[in-house]
């Protein structure tokens, strides 16, 4: 069983930045897939942006350019760097992970942004 403890979640006013953590309870280097999920109120989760295949990465569309996804392999973390921060931002932001063959969830941070 692996277990992802996010942390970081906040609020801030639009235009702000937070840093979020996932910390993993076991090698972030041997997870071929890792990454963030949000779920805002009302809506489906959707991916925010994950590592595959070793260091490639997808950041969805509605946050390129603003957030950056990140690892710290020898600590077991995964970052989420979140800058110009929106009220559309505005929701519980998830650690996922795929091994093998098994999906695993952390258990959420609310990131809320105020206009």
């Known amino acids: 069983q692996v277990r992802l403890v996010e942390s970081g979640g906040g609020l801030v006013q639009a235009g702000e930045s937070l840093r979020l953590g996932c910390v993993a309870s076991?090698?972030?280097?041997?997870?071929?897939?890792i990454g963030w999920y949000r779920q805002a109120p009302g809506k489906q989760r959707e991916l925010v942006a994950k590592?595959?295949?070793?260091?490639?990465?997808i950041i969805a569309d509605s946050v390129k350019g603003r957030f950056t996804i990140s690892r710290d392999n020898p600590i077991n973390t995964l970052w989420l760097q979140m800058n110009n921060l929106k009220r559309e931002d505005t929701a519980v932001y998830y650690c996922?992970?795929?091994?093998?063959?098994?999906?695993?969830w952390g258990q959420g941070t609310q990131v809320t942004v105020s206009s």
């Open positions: 590592f595959f295949g070793g260091n490639r990465t």
């Open positions: 076991t090698d972030t280097a041997n997870i071929d897939i």
């Open positions: 996922y992970a795929f091994i093998q063959a098994s999906n695993y």
